[in-house]
């Protein structure tokens, strides 16, 4: 008897050792999954009541389909893909029906989506009539050679794949065509102040440069994936392409390390190699998720950019570093208990 009471204390202090506790759990719960709508001087002072309910409505429904997906035993690329699905289709966010304007006055749409698995991923840039741009993404990856198609040939290619092709009127939004005039008219004030005629080669207005939705996720598997769509830059010129649709600079997964989600001025997460360069140091410099991406979004800063970006280890660790005054963003934990936040944490 006193040896089989022996092996049961023994038993029960393996088990009390090895077994999180409800309090470790909730100081460190276990994220499927994290968005963002995009980064930039976001402040409750300019914000109503009923905007900001607007956002939250649609980032809670954002997550909500991306955590069905997951809950349903299916893969990350497919919550990824229900996620951000969602924010397409709101006028809110800089991506699908919400579109910026480019200087000619189009709507020109990226999207990118990445299999930390397989390491395949697909992309699009510069597309005009596809209504859910992060959908043509999976199209290219899943259906196709490639990694990356663009403008004409890359709406063919979807219109041949079976997807929706809408009229450009579709993504035309009031506010974001007064968002485009207010930028053309700085743009002849500072042309005119110049008198160098090199308007075209201005520097974009604070907050013309963000906007994005991206979605990272983790599945039953242990599958990561990352995805982002985006409209771009307001006033954009010559057929410019940010990072979203870039693999390694604004989408990257590897199940490996991480998966990433980027905002904020391409050209400089672009030229940062920012995605990738988070599960570098991950990898090669034995870092974890929070320093990595603080890392990164601190070079990028350094460079004279801005923006954020969304993170979730092979752990279900999440981390959502941004250098703005906000960042729309959301999570969810494996248990079902969504987060959304919109403004920048006060300072202790």
């Given at each position: 008897m006193k040896s089989t009471h022996i092996i049961l204390l023994t038993l029960i202090s393996i088990l009390m050792n090895t077994i999180p506790t409800q309090a470790q759990?909730?100081?460190?719960?276990?994220?499927?999954?994290?968005?963002?709508?995009?980064?930039?001087?976001?402040?409750?002072?300019?914000?109503?009541?009923?905007?900001e309910k607007a956002y939250i409505d649609v980032l809670t429904a954002s997550l909500q389909a991306g955590y069905a997906v997951i809950q349903e035993g299916r893969s990350s690329l497919d919550a990824v893909e229900a996620a951000?699905?969602?924010?397409?289709?709101?006028?809110?966010?800089?991506?699908?029906?919400?579109?910026?304007?480019?200087?000619?006055?189009?709507?020109?749409?990226?999207?990118?989506?990445?299999?930390?698995?397989?390491l395949k991923a697909g992309a699009v840039a510069g597309v005009t009539t596809i209504r859910n741009p992060i959908v043509a993404a999976r199209a290219v990856m899943d259906k196709s050679e490639h990694v990356m198609m663009v403008g004409k040939g890359a709406e063919e290619f979807a219109r041949q794949a079976g997807l929706t092709i809408v009229?450009?009127?579709?993504?035309?939004?009031?506010?974001?065509?007064?968002?485009?005039?207010?930028?053309?008219?700085?743009?002849?004030?500072?042309?005119?102040l110049d008198h160098d005629d090199q308007q075209a080669f201005l520097p974009?207005?604070?907050?013309?440069?963000?906007?994005?939705?991206?979605?990272?996720?983790?599945?039953?598997?242990?599958?990561?994936?990352?995805g982002t769509s985006t409209g771009g830059m307001t006033n954009k010129k010559f057929g410019r392409v940010g990072d979203a649709p870039i693999i390694g600079a604004g989408t990257y997964a590897n199940n490996a390390t991480v998966a990433i989600s980027c905002t904020g001025w391409g050209?400089?997460?672009?030229?940062?190699?920012?995605?990738?360069?988070?599960?570098?140091k991950m990898q090669y410099g034995k870092m974890d998720v929070h320093q990595a991406s603080k890392e990164v979004i601190?070079?990028?800063?350094?460079?004279?950019?801005?923006g954020g970006m969304i993170a979730i280890d092979k752990n279900g660790e999440v981390a959502m570093p941004f250098n703005t005054e906000g960042m729309y963003r959301g999570t969810v934990t494996a248990d079902g208990k969504i987060t959304v936040e919109i403004y920048k944490e006060p300072k202790n």
């Open positions: 759990n909730a100081q460190n719960p276990k994220y499927v999954l994290a968005i963002h709508g995009g980064a930039g001087t976001i402040l409750k002072k300019n914000m109503t009541d009923s905007l951000i699905y969602v924010m397409e289709d709101s006028p809110l966010f800089n991506a699908g029906k919400g579109a910026v304007f480019t200087n000619q006055g189009k709507n020109e749409l990226d999207a990118a989506i990445m299999d930390g698995g397989t009229d450009p009127q579709y993504f035309w939004t009031k506010a974001r065509w007064d968002g485009l005039q207010r930028a053309l008219e700085r743009d002849k004030e500072r042309m005119e974009p207005y604070k907050d013309e440069k963000f906007g994005t939705v991206g979605c990272v996720a983790l599945d039953k598997a242990g599958n990561l994936a990352a050209e400089f997460f672009i030229r940062a190699v920012a995605a990738y360069n988070v599960s570098a601190a070079e990028i800063g350094k460079m004279g950019g801005d």
